[in-house]
C-alpha cells in the first residue's frame, strides 16, 4: 500500500473546484514539504505543487495547496476537460530516508 | 533546458536482469540527487531509491534492497538502474527523476519493462 493516502477519485462538473485531501503521518506530511503531481494517460508526472503551495512557472493558478498537520490538499478550481488526469502527492518520509507517495486519486469532469 | 531521457523498452523473462539507462542534460548532474520510482499498471507511483552522484551516497528502499542496483556515470551525466532475478511483479513503467530540495521536479518520459515468459 501507498505510504500516503487519497480518495481513489473525485468528479465535478466544468467551472467548479474541487479538492483532493492526502493524508500523511508525522515522518512525511507533518515534517516535510508536499508536492502534488498530474499524471496524464502514457506520461510522466508533471510537477503541479511543490513546498505545500508553490506552483512551477507555466501551472495555471488554477490549481493550489495547501497543508495543515499531517494531511494536504490540492484545489483546482474552474474545472476544464484537460484537468481530467490522475492526481498524486508526494512527501519526504524521514522514517524511508526517501519519497512517499500516495496512491493516486483520478479527477473526472462530468 | 532539463531533460532526462531514458533508455527503450524492455521485456524479460521470470528471473532475468534489466538495466534501465537515464541521461541527463540541462543541468550539473553532479548538483543534484537523481531518484527512481517504479509504477506498476493502474497504480500509484512506488519509489525505488536514489543517488547523490556528488558524495557517492545511495539509498535504497528496504524491500528492493539485494535486486536492485542504482549506478551512474558522471562523465556523461548518466544514472542507471538495474533490477535482477524478475518476476512478473516487477512488470511497470521506470522513471528517473531529478531531486530540487525534496521534490521531483523534472522526471524522465519512462520505461516500460514487461516481465513475461
Known amino acids: 500500500q501507498s505510504v500516503l493516502s487519497q480518495p481513489i477519485s473525485v468528479s465535478e462538473t466544468p467551472g467548479q473546484r474541487v479538492t483532493i485531501s492526502c493524508s500523511g503521518s508525522n515522518s512525511n506530511v507533518g515534517s516535510n514539504t508536499v508536492s502534488w503531481y498530474q499524471q496524464l494517460p502514457g506520461t510522466a508526472p508533471k510537477l503541479l505543487i511543490y513546498?505545500?503551495?508553490q506552483r512551477p512557472s507555466g501551472v495555471p493558478d488554477r490549481f493550489s495547496g495547501s497543508k495543515s498537520g499531517t494531511s494536504a490538499s490540492l484545489a483546482i478550481g474552474g474545472l476544464q476537460s484537460e484537468d481530467e488526469a490522475d492526481y498524486y502527492c508526494a512527501a519526504w518520509d524521514d522514517s524511508l530516508n526517501g519519497v512517499g507517495f500516495g496512491g493516486g486519486t483520478r479527477l473526472t469532469v462530468l | 533546458q532539463v531533460q532526462l531521457v531514458q533508455s527503450g523498452a524492455e521485456v524479460k523473462k521470470p528471473g532475468a536482469s534489466v538495466k534501465v539507462s537515464c541521461k541527463t542534460s540541462g543541468y550539473i548532474f553532479t548538483g543534484f540527487f537523481t531518484h527512481w520510482v517504479r509504477q506498476a499498471p493502474g497504480r500509484g507511483p512506488e519509489w525505488l531509491g536514489w543517488?547523490?552522484?556528488?558524495?557517492?551516497?545511495?539509498k535504497y528502499v528496504p524491500k528492493f534492497q539485494g535486486r536492485v542496483t542504482l549506478t551512474w556515470d558522471t562523465s556523461i551525466s548518466t544514472a542507471y538502474m538495474e533490477l535482477s532475478r524478475l518476476t512478473f511483479d516487477d512488470t511497470a513503467v521506470y522513471y528517473c527523476a531529478r531531486d530540487r530540495d525534496d521534490t521531483l521536479d523534472f522526471w524522465g518520459q519512462g520505461t516500460l519493462v514487461t516481465v513475461a515468459s
Open positions: 543517488v547523490n552522484p556528488k558524495s557517492g551516497d545511495i
Open positions: 513546498n505545500n503551495d
